[in-house]
């Protein structure tokens, strides 16, 4: 039986493939056609390995690359084959500068400072493969290296989305009943400290991990891409919440911090009101968000 007392609905389907230097993954409930589920995660991750080409820094020749390194300037991107996508996603990383007052930084990644988009990138991609899934299934969960989208449920109730905890590997902070969300987490775990701040030029430490829940997953990834930079020491641990509450009373993208001594806050900007449901992992979750991205 399910925890409601519900008549076990039967594990979902599943499938999982590796694109964008992680491990993406898919689930749907057990009622969808076993075609139909082939079909839209074959869309699906056929989208997000396009999204690869073009925006991989890793990927020397990638428009991404070029733009890096000087030999595609963006004044001639509405030329280019992929001008557009990479239009998109400049006017998204202008968006996140200044939402997050200059803490998102696209071009002040690394050191030396360069042309970066990932910390948005992975999330705008997986957001843009979630509308071509919700096109052919009434249900699912995509995983997309910790970044999370899912729309219905499963078993009749909501997905449950497991936040990873940082200081304990393979255990879980807290479990998400989502039914139509995004969840992003940027955080230490798997690649230490590799967010940057674009004012000392050097890897933010104030927090271990960063995790949003909202509507959009593009901009859930940047907020919490953000939130890791705003928090570049300890000492600005404070100014980091501040911005993650004004962020949930104005846009309703609400958060869950943990610092590097394992502390958890909450920023969900309702002041002491009923907030979205959160509890302590105590079965399994359908899909987890972690911090292999932004």
């Known amino acids: 039986m399910s925890p409601a007392g519900r008549p076990s609905p039967g594990p979902p389907r599943s499938a999982v493939t590796h694109v964008m230097g992680t491990v993406v993954s898919l689930a749907a409930p057990a009622a969808v056609g076993a075609e139909a589920f082939r079909a839209a995660a074959r869309e699906a991750f056929g989208e997000l390995r396009r999204m690869d080409e073009v925006f991989s820094p890793y990927r020397p020749d990638s428009p991404v690359s070029r733009i890096r390194d000087g030999r595609l300037r963006t004044a001639d991107l509405p030329g280019h084959p992929e001008g557009p996508l990479l239009t998109e996603v400049l006017r998204l990383c202008e968006r996140l500068h200044a939402d997050s007052g200059g803490a998102f930084d696209a071009w002040a990644v690394g050191d030396p400072p360069g042309f970066d988009p990932c910390g948005a990138v992975k999330g705008w991609a997986a957001e843009r493969a979630a509308d071509l899934l919700a096109r052919r299934l009434p249900a699912f ?80 990834d940047g907020y919490a891409t953000a939130a890791m930079a705003r928090a570049a020491t300890a000492a600005d641990v404070d100014d980091a919440h501040a911005w993650l509450e004004a962020l949930a009373r104005r846009d309703g993208y609400w958060s869950l911090t943990v610092d590097p001594a394992g502390r958890v806050r909450r920023l969900d900007g309702l002041d002491g009101r009923d907030s979205p449901g959160t509890s302590r992992a105590a079965a399994p979750a359908a899909a987890s968000s972690g911090p292999d991205g932004g």
């Open 141 to 220: 969960a995509l995983n997309a290296g910790g970044d999370v989208r899912v729309r219905g449920g499963w078993g009749g109730g909501p997905w449950r989305v497991g936040v990873t905890d940082p200081h304990r590997p393979g255990g879980v902070l807290a479990v998400l009943p989502l039914s139509d969300a995004a969840v992003a987490t940027s955080g230490t775990a798997e690649r230490g400290r590799h967010v940057w701040h674009p004012g000392t030029g050097r890897p933010a430490a104030g927090l271990a991990q960063v995790t949003v829940v909202g509507p959009d997953l593009a901009l859930a």
